[in-house]
């Protein structure tokens, strides 16, 4: 059974259809993307799944069963908008948050000082949250969404704010939760740090749902037969190739996009004796790129 099942559900804020019949379930141990530009309906869909705000139709079952302020509590909730007392010392807040999920003080408090330590933290515990960066603070507001070890985790933009060090770290904690069985849902408009880890995703634009699946899938379904290719020579004759179906020149690097049947191996093969090659790759396309094609194509 899913932990999670959202379906059907519809949005309207007067005349804005914010979310547009959307349907998705997330399993335990899968990152489910939830993703699409900004003002797709992501964050809407999201307080709908925390019963901030009421679906004008379809259900949310959790844990197969609709959603109350009990199971509420297995939900952790990173949200987009940082929701922290600037005046309080980071270890006081953080057992505070702790101590309103249901942990004792002293429960709080170790639960707290683990994730400090794990997230090397540990030099902020006696700074207010106004004297913390923005880096900082996310880091603040994600360990306290997962104090209270909750089943189903929803990040909202975690990313936001960080630099490339704590992103990697932040990546390191969400594959650690997967493997300890925790449903999660990323949601965010970088679609390219999404599909390095989600296993399952949902795009949508304006509210709709432009396509979801397993993500080897969508690639499977919709990227292209793509090369890049460096080289030196004359490559002119390859647009004409019965294997080609579109060249993008930059001089001396080429993209290449292959019929379909077509293999990598046919292209070298006519072009090994032509010219001289310094660099091959076989590419997929990137969600970006397959989301920029299908939303195109609904606008055309």
């Known amino acids: 059974m899913a932990i999670l099942q959202v379906q059907n559900i519809s949005k309207r804020f007067d005349k804005q259809q914010a ?4 349907s998705f379930s997330v399993d335990s141990g899968h990152i489910y993307g939830l993703l699409g530009p900004n003002g797709a309906g992501k964050t809407t869909t ?11 139709s379809g259900s949310i079952l959790l844990f197969g069963r609709q959603i109350d302020e009990e199971k509420k509590e297995r939900i952790g909730y990173l949200p987009e908008e940082r929701g922290l007392y600037p005046k309080m010392k980071t270890l006081d807040l953080l ?13 709080a408090k170790e639960k707290a000082l683990t994730w400090l330590k794990k997230l ?21 507001q994600i360990i306290s969404s997962l104090m209270h070890d909750p089943d189903l985790i929803i990040l909202d933009e975690p990313f936001s704010g960080l630099d490339p060090v704590n992103v990697n770290l932040i990546k390191d904690v969400i594959l650690e939760l997967k493997d300890q069985e925790k449903a999660i849902i990323l949601s ?7 599909e390095k880890l989600c296993d399952e995703v949902i795009l949508i634009n304006r509210g709709k749902k432009v396509l979801d699946g397993n993500l080897g899938a969508i690639r ?36 290449i ?13 006519a072009l090994i004796d032509k010219l001289e090659i310094s660099k091959m790759v076989s ?4 969600l970006n790129e397959i989301f920029i094609e299908l939303v195109k194509g609904e606008n055309a």
């Not at 505070?96 to 249901?102: P, Q, R, T």
């Not at 190739?241 to 993209?255: A, C, H, P």
């Not at 590419?283 to 990137?286: A, V």
């Open 19 to 22: 979310v547009d019949s959307i």
């Open 46 to 56: 999201i307080r709908m799944i925390m019963n901030i705000l009421a679906p004008d």
């Open 95 to 107: 057992i505070f948050f702790g101590e309103m999920h249901g942990l004792s003080h002293n429960a």
């Open 120 to 140: 090397e933290f540990t030099s902020a515990l006696e700074k207010t949250i106004q004297e913390m960066s923005k880096g900082m603070q996310q880091k603040i």
């Open 188 to 194: 965010t408009h970088m679609m390219d740090t999404a």
């Open 220 to 255: 499977s379904d919709y990227g292209k037969n793509a090369i890049q290719l460096e080289y030196t020579g004359n490559a002119s004759f390859i647009k004409d190739l019965d294997i080609v179906k579109k060249v993008n020149d930059y001089g001396n690097y080429l993209e």
């Open 257 to 269: 996009e292959l019929n379909d049947g077509a293999t990598p191996n046919n292209l070298l093969q």
């Open 283 to 286: 590419k997929q396309s990137s």
